[in-house]
């Protein structure tokens, strides 16, 4: 999405990449001062960008420029779960991994007292729906993308597209962000990236982000294990990367950690160094977990170009 696109008041749109399937024109100031209302209709569950108040602007090639605020959310998000079950099933995995990022985001954002992206210290409500949404996903992903498959909807995949779509919308807008979302950000900068999906990048954010933390063997076993049974991306190597890419890397640490960026939304400080070292052991700790689980290796993507 360029920077100068127009936004509409209703909106469909697949969403595949960048999460900027707000339409083609969004209510600014004036329609807000006119009471304009507007509806957010997502004919795939691929982001949690459909209930917010914000859209992502990207430059042609896909790299990120800046968060866009709007005055008011949606008054209405519809989405008919048949269109989600006959679109794509990497278009649901794409929302799965956008929105596992949600509780690990908002865990970090409420222990620093950081301000969310509605602005404002974050909720136990915004807090609590962030876990919810995790939840859920890690209960009915597997089933609701069989679903999916066989182009068929099942409660699995109706309570899936909810926890995609509405409890991580509401969850990552009044739960905050923090560096899994940064990181993805950065992604964009790497032409190697290009074509992914917004949620494959942020997923590499995501298993990095718990590097950073430091957090528990078990925890990060079970992030790698589920989110490659997903289908998600959690070594380099399947974002078109290497360890030895040092310079693409520091260019992705270096946008990751500007002064905007939500990475500083965490409980501690981090350094593009920290990133660059964080990046560079998920490819042998994810490769080493998967191996030690009996599952598939790392495949290799390539950007179109």
Same mark, same amino acid.
């Given at each position: ?19 900027? %399937?707000?339409?083609?024109?969004? *209510? ?33 090639? =896909? ?24 679109? *794509? %099933? ?20 409420? $222990?620093?007292?950081? @301000? ?54 509401? =969850?990552?807008?009044? =739960? ?24 494959? $990048? ?25 989110? @490659? ?5 959690? @070594? ?30 965490? *409980? ?38």
């Amino acid at each position: 999405m360029g920077p100068g696109l127009d936004f509409s008041s209703t909106s469909t749109g697949r969403g595949g990449a960048p999460p900027t %399937v707000h339409g083609t024109r969004h *209510p600014g100031e004036e329609d807000h001062a006119t009471g304009i209302r507007w509806v957010s209709v997502p004919t795939v569950a691929s982001t949690d960008a459909p209930t917010s108040a914000l859209a992502v602007v990207y430059t042609d090639e =896909g790299e990120f420029i800046e968060y866009r605020f709007f005055p008011r959310n949606p008054d209405l998000v519809l989405i008919d779960t048949q269109l989600v079950a006959n679109a *794509p %099933v990497q278009f649901l995995v794409a929302g799965i991994g956008d929105a596992l990022a949600t509780w690990i985001e908002a865990r970090a954002s409420a $222990k620093a007292a950081a @301000t969310t992206m509605a602005g404002g210290l974050a909720t136990q409500a915004g807090t609590a729906l962030a876990e919810l949404s995790w939840r859920i996903i890690h209960e009915n992903a597997l089933s609701a993308l069989d679903a999916v498959r066989d182009g068929i909807v099942t409660p699995a995949l109706e309570s899936l597209v909810e926890a995609n779509t509405l409890l991580s919308g509401l =969850g990552f807008e009044s =739960g905050g962000l923090a560096a899994a979302h940064a990181i993805h950000n950065g992604l964009t900068a790497a032409p190697q990236t290009h074509g992914l999906t917004h949620g494959q $990048k942020v997923n590499i954010g995501s298993l990095t982000q718990l590097v950073l933390e430091g957090a528990p063997r078990a925890e990060i076993e079970d992030f790698v294990e589920f989110t @490659t049974r997903v289908g998600l991306p959690n @070594t380099l190597t399947e974002i078109g990367l290497s360890p030895d890419d040092t310079r693409a890397l520091e260019a992705v640490a270096a946008a990751a950690t500007v002064e905007s960026e939500t990475i500083h939304s965490m *409980p501690f400080p981090v350094t593009a160094d920290d990133v660059v070292a964080a990046l560079t052991s998920i490819e042998r700790l994810s490769r080493s977990i998967r191996a030690e689980k009996g599952l598939p290796e790392p495949v290799e993507y390539e950007a179109a170009h």
